[in-house]
């Protein structure tokens, strides 16, 4: 017998099934840009006439119908709906269309409007649509989908998807690495319309969508069970990835309102509520101690739609499946796909003998079965048949924060028996323990026995390392479970209480709100998410602080005063700067810690490295050790000087209690900044922490890996951070536009005249400036330009063909601010500025403010060209080292802004733009980047003209790129 799932159709005989044409069918409603590169990606993935596009436009605002009308042709055909008809009714139009025509009999690959096909997918999905001839439909995997068929993958840009898709979209391989097959696929019984191809005579059979659940949600549920309804078989193909954006198309809608509303409408329909039914208890079915070519027989119990068994036969292909279902709602649907029987009495019709090596049920079901059911139950199963109950309960656990487990051990002397029934012997449980600690996950033991006799009994087992420590002598473990909670800093959402007593569980999560009980049926559940878990702290470090926590906690307990205990302890303080070197042990800082996180941003890795490769970032992490052990890294700072910002102030809960956090907040000069609630301790200014003591021998200030990096800077407004996560292993500074505390926006410091000014004008010049314009800032004037050598510099030049400049009647000295459009010195625009209605950039103003401000500057109007020249020959002059620079200009395109701030631009733009374009031409290390050359249709164009989709961004990121592996071949070169 063959294996049915794991490599069925071999490459050459796609032959055969591949002259028969896809119809992609696709529904459009807006989202213009997600439309066009949903085609592109099709365009671009599948050979010439070997499929036909059909999409139906229901009613869209935003321009894509036109666009649209004028792209139908040879391989799009287009239907224009005069109102939003929904979804499915949409779909079923796009197919009606082809009868008649050469698609009448193409098989139909439903695709949303907001997916983008990647190479390999259409090809393998085909391939797995015909491997089987019941196999009525397949669906693939994504980034964003419902049915649980989504991955675990992210992406920072969406063209990273492309290469993914490359990688992931390959046929399954032996350990030998031969081919097995073209698709790798697991039976289910519902599949996501979002990316789902179907046998076109299935299609035509089920007669489409049910219009009744338009605009959408649900109707691919209930498309899959009509399928299903007529004997064939539903497959995922775990090989094939479509990328997703994710439901655009419902922006506007009640979601959670639509949601309900049909699913109840399911309900009423078919009878049963198919969320409860429709996905399969992986975990239950995974460890199943069975080899894959194994033969074997499964009986299930209350088998539902089947969806266990049918992953179990995608598992264990050699396995023979039955089920039985009560319901005959549900039993009509399961049995065409899945052998099922109304009872056990039917089913000993035609099994009249002991037959069955694994009995499925619900624990509570096989409990409350009367005994005679039962004997009748257990005569159609072998003598050494395997029982496995299915805990519903337990799949309900979310394991994703898990931090601490407690094992109730006092009755340590009982095994397992055959029904999975433990009273913990928590040695036997070794490689769990040693999992758990490798997550990141702590383990407690709970005993009422003599400390010492059960902390002898956990090293006698070897297992000992694995706990934090052994707490003795409680009166209930309720509040036992409480009293370690709240010693530890542990959220109880975060701990799972094991008892094989399911009074005391129940006793424990009512004293404990939101913990997590469970016996030892929840074990093979907790396996199977381990196997998948993330093994981030493999060194044990967040166990061995706590460990120290407990053995300072125990001698705190028997001291005296607070603060005489604190100096006893002797703390050591380090704080090391090489936090690239460290960045795994930051982010896994930062994702975790909560009761010392004072700014709560949970980063990425890659946002962090940006973070702490950023000239302006002063950032450090935290090493504590006292008497009592060696606590590792404890916390992290990140503090933007340039922005007088803090991205990150967090410590770890096992230093709570010794000052560490007030002493670092110190060192850092007592910075203001908005704390994010809950915290357990505040800062405060100056406080002094007398009784810990800074170990400058063993801090760490240079980061090795820092040399190595490629040094660039973005200057600019901040749209320019579009382009970050398209330049990645490097150093980016950025100077961007920024608001302070009190409000203000600085954006002056990205103008050529400030940025001359910077390095050219005493302090007392530019104080005067700021005396004479309270809406400018020191800000304004800072930069890391002449401060820093780097490789590449990137600076905008809209500040200076768009804000408003301004000369000092009696130094001649220069100031930017707003729009050249609206000038603050002329008095019929002081009402715009008097009442907000123009971009004041936070700032409030009076007649007095703009009376005494007119006295001494006037209106220059945008920058003159032969001042800009003179402020580039200065800065690229004067910055150190030799830089390739990138001067951005503005766009040429028209489009004209809500507040008439910058309307009228596109002239200006263009004179400039031809300006520094000549002057560039003159100088090797200059290049420039006109967005006009990237910009091709309107909606590449954001909420103005200076702000582009982040298509036209990650285009003009890549002339940086280019521009930096130039220059560092011309640094090889020498």
Known sequence: MENRFAGRLKKEDYDEISSKKILFVIVSYNSFHLMRENIRSIRATMPEGTYLIVVTDNASTDGVREWLAEDEGEDIWVILNDENVGFGPACNQAVCVTAGTEYENADVFLLNNDTRLCENAAYICKSALYSFDDVGAVGAVSNYAGNQQRISVEFEKAEQFEAFGKLFNLPPVDENGNILGIADVEERCILSGFAMMIRREVWDAVGGFDDDFAPGYFEDTALSCEISRLGYRLFLVNNAFIYHAGSQSFAKTDFNALLLSHQKLFVEKYGFDVLELAYANKVMVENLAKDPGEEFKVLQYGSGLGADLKYLRSMYPFATVV????????????????????????????????????????????????????????????GDVTVIFRNTEFCKLDFSNLSLVVWNADRTGCDVDSFG????????????????????????????????????????????????????????????????????????????????????????????????????????????????????????????????????ADERASYGGAEEFLYYSKTLVSIHKNCLEQIDRIAYLVAETNRLN???????????????????????????????????????????????????FLFSDCVLGMGIEQYVYNKLGCPEFCYKDPVVTFLEQEKEVLWLTEDKKHEIIRDKLMGNRVRILLKGPRDLSMMEPFIGGANVTTEYDHANDAGLITAGQNHSCHIYQSATMSEQEIQKILDEAPFITRADFETGLFRASYHVICYSLLPDFSAGLYRNKETGTYISFGSRNVSLTDPINWPRWLEGTVNDQ??????????????????????????????LDYMLGHVPGNPGVILMLGNEMAFESSDGMKDGFRDEYRRMNSVITEYAKNRDDVTIINPTDYIRVRSDIRDCADHYSEDIYYEMSGMIVSVINDRIARANKK
């Open 323 to 382: 089920g039985i279902e009560e319901r005959d709602e549900v039993k009509c649907i399961a049995e065409k796909t899945i052998p099922t029987f109304s009872s056990v009495s039917d089913l000993m019709e035609v099994v009249s003998e002991p037959f069955f090596d694994v009995l499925i049920i619900e624990e509570d079901e096989y409990d409350s079965m009367p005994h005679p059911n039962k004997q009748q139950l257990l005569s159609v199963c072998t």
């Open 421 to 552: 029934t433990l009273a913990y012997t928590v040695g036997k449980h070794a490689d769990l323990l040693k999992d758990l600690a490798d997550c990141g996950v702590m383990n407690f033991v709970l005993s009422k026995i003599d400390k010492s006799s059960a902390w002898k009994e956990l090293e006698k087992e070897g297992v000992s390392e694995f706990f934090v420590s052994h707490v003795q002598g409680w009166k209930d473990e309720p509040g036992g479970v409480c009293e370690k909670l709240l010693r530890m800093g542990i959220k109880n959402e975060s701990v799972l209480y094991l008892d094989d007593d399911p009074e005391r569980r129940s006793e424990v999560k009512k004293a404990v709100t939101g913990i997590m009980t469970g016996n030892a049926l929840v074990l093979p559940y907790l396996r199977a998410i381990l196997k998948n878990c993330d093994k981030k702290d493999k060194d044990h470090i967040r166990l061995n602080q706590y460990k120290i926590m407990e053995r300072r």
């Open 598 to 648: 004072y700014t709560k941003n949970r980063d990425t890795k890659d946002r962090l490295i940006r973070l702490v490769t950023n000239d302006w970032n002063d950032c450090g992490y935290v090493c504590v050790s006292d008497r009592f052990g060696n606590y590792g890294m404890v916390g992290f700072y990140c503090y933007n000087r340039y922005e007088e910002r803090m991205e990150h």
């Open 842 to 871: 936070g700032f409030h103003f009076t007649e007095e403010i703009l009376k005494d401000f007119s006295e001494h500057w006037e209106f220059i109007g945008g920058t003159p060209p032969e001042l800009l020249l003179r402020n």
